[in-house]
């Protein structure tokens, strides 16, 4: 469970970076700034990340759940 919940939050970091180098706000690689190209990769890392986030707390949730019951 926890290791969906990092690697969600490493997932939704890493595609938010690549959709602001993709858009050219920020700025320090050559090879991705201001190429579209990668804030369209980011978007999808980043809903990639965010589907594993809901994953582990649905598990969690579930979990926690059961043991109350």
């Not at 969906?4 to 939050?9: K, L, P, Q, S």
């Not at 706000?25 to 090879?31: A, H, I, T």
């Not at 369209?40 to 594993?52: F, N, Q, R, S």
């Amino acid at each position: 469970m926890w290791t969906r919940g990092v690697t969600g939050i490493i997932l939704c970091l890493a595609g938010l970076v690549w959709i602001l180098q993709g858009t050219d706000v920020l700025r320090g690689s050559q090879l991705m700034s201001g190429h579209g190209q990668y804030a369209v990769l980011g978007i999808v890392v980043l809903a990639v990340g965010a589907v594993l986030l809901v994953w582990a707390d649905r598990i969690r949730r579930g979990r926690r759940g059961g043991s109350d019951s």
